[in-house]
Each structure stands twice: as structure tokens, then as C-alpha cells.
């Protein structure tokens, strides 16, 4: 942790009475380490000189990012280059804004949240330790049979009004971008692979996951632990019943649940007749 400190003020400049306030924050047990410590040579490259703390909050901000004087930056997060900020923005401790991220008006940034290559929308909540834009899970088998990383090259966009849970990760896209649709709300602690696209007020519940290369129509309603395969499709006005997955596409809006997901009261006879030979 006192490695972490010194890190963090060799590329950002931090004075000593900012690393007191870090040690507020949680960092108290290694201040003593790290103020007894030599910095020099920490800094992994970095140029401290484009960094600078932000006077709304004391963060630090990138010289070359663009950041309304109305948001609120606070100390220990980090505004990276060319990014741009809105108006009424809040970015809590520990959370980092990526080179060329865009957070539109009124959206508010939890601590510890890590957003790159994305835009966000204006008046989004983003809650504690959320990863948006990081790459995608896709590997490549070459003719040696060796595991070769597949680029993850494109970008993640979340539209306006949305929420998205504690320490859910939604990756960017690979042939095409990763969206969330306006009005969408997302739980703790959901995993959203590269190339999908939710639409508009979807709904998604704690831990559901959803493959690469998904189409969700909007209006779309996933229960908790909802699984949904890479490449399908889900038209608009579906609810999945918690624990489902979804191996196929779904064409007609309605009710489905089970594994694999089936009419809702397919699911119900499915569960019944099972109950009943199970007592045999």
C-alpha cells in the first residue's frame, strides 16, 4: 500500500497534507511508511507537470482534459488526458477517468469506479468499484495451438439515465461498440461482454451475465443469476425468470424461464412434471 502512495504522488504531483487526507480515506495504516520513504524514481514515466489538482474537490486532472467548473472532482480521483467532464459531475475517491472518456451533465461517479475507451451520459448513476470499457474476453487459437489475444479496439457507450450497480464490468467492443440504452438500470455486480447491446429501459439483476455479441430489444427484464449465450437475440418486452439461460434467440415478447428458457408455462408444466415423477 505505501508502494501504492508512492506511486500516486510521483505521477500526480500529490502534496504531503493531500497523502494526510488519502490516509483518511483508508490509507491511515501506511502513511507513516510512505512519508519516511524516498518517491524518486516511482513515477513509471509519468510527468507530474501535466497533472494538475483540481481547485472543485482536489483531484487531480490532466492539463489536456476538459472539465466544467461546475463538477466536483474529488481528492484521490484521477481525470486522465483529452477527457471531458460535465457540468454537475461527481467523481469520488479512487475512481479513474481514462484518456478521451466523455461523462455527460449530472452524472454521478462512485469511489473506486475505473472508466476507459466509453462515454457516459448525462444524469447516469455509476455506484462504487464499476469497470466500464476495460477489453473484452476474446482469444484466437493460432496453428501451434497457442492462445492469441483477440484485439479489443472499439468502445463502450451508456446512454443517458442509467444506473449501473457496485462492481459490474461492462466491456468494450471488438467489431462493433458496447451499448447501454437510455433509461437502463443494471445491479451489482453484472458482467456485460464485448459487442452487446442492451436497449432502452432494460432492467438486469444482480449477477446476471451475458455473453459477446448479444442484441437485447428494449423494455427487457433479466432476474437474478439470468444467463444469456454469445451471438442471440432477444426481442423487446421479454422477462426472464431468475436462473434462466437463454441458449437461443427469443423472437416473441412474453415470459420465459428455465434452462434452456422456454414459455413461461412450458417452464411451470416442465417444473410440475418433474415434481410429480420425482415422488415415484
Known amino acids: 500500500m505505501a508502494l501504492a502512495l508512492r506511486r500516486l504522488v510521483a505521477a500526480f504531483g500529490y502534496t504531503p497534507q493531500d497523502v494526510r487526507a488519502l490516509s483518511q480515506l483508508g490509507f491511515g495504516a501506511c502513511y507513516s511508511s510512505f512519508a519516511c520513504s524516498d518517491s524518486s524514481g516511482e513515477g513509471g514515466g509519468a510527468k507530474p507537470q501535466d497533472f494538475q489538482s483540481w481547485p472543485n474537490g482536489g483531484g487531480s486532472f490532466h492539463k489536456s482534459a476538459s ?5 466536483f472532482v474529488e481528492l484521490g480521483a484521477v481525470v486522465h488526458s483529452k477527457s471531458v467532464v460535465g457540468e454537475h459531475v461527481r467523481i469520488g475517491s479512487g475512481a479513474v477517468i481514462g484518456p478521451g472518456v466523455s461523462i455527460g451533465q449530472s452524472t454521478e461517479i462512485g469511489y473506486n469506479v475505473s472508466l476507459s475507451n466509453c462515454t457516459i451520459g448525462d444524469w447516469c448513476i455509476i455506484h462504487n468499484g464499476a469497470c466500464i470499457g476495460q477489453d473484452g474476453f476474446g482469444f484466437i487459437v493460432d496453428e501451434h495451438g497457442n492462445m492469441l489475444k483477440k484485439p479489443q479496439m472499439l468502445n463502450a457507450r451508456i446512454g443517458n439515465s442509467v444506473e449501473i450497480g457496485a462492481n459490474t464490468c461492462i466491456d468494450r467492443g471488438s467489431w462493433r461498440d458496447t451499448v447501454v440504452g437510455d433509461h437502463s438500470k443494471i445491479d451489482n455486480l453484472v ?14 439483476c444482480g ?6 455479441s448479444v442484441t437485447v430489444g428494449d423494455y427487457v427484464t433479466m432476474g437474478g443469476r439470468v444467463a444469456v449465450r454469445d451471438h442471440v437475440s432477444i426481442v423487446s ?13 427469443i423472437k416473441e415478447p412474453g415470459d420465459y424461464g428455465g434452462f434452456p428458457a422456454v414459455p413461461i408455462h412450458e417452464w411451470r408444466r416442465q417444473v410440475a412434471n418433474y415434481s410429480r415423477t420425482s415422488k415415484k
Open 207 to 212: 449477477q446476471v451475465g451475458i455473453a459477446g
Open 67 to 71: 472539465i466544467d467548473p461546475t463538477a
Open 191 to 204: 458482467q456485460i461482454g464485448h459487442n452487446v447491446v442492451i436497449g432502452q429501459s432494460c432492467m438486469l
Open 237 to 249: 418486452k421479454v422477462r426472464l425468470a431468475a436462473t434462466s439461460c437463454v441458449t437461443r434467440d
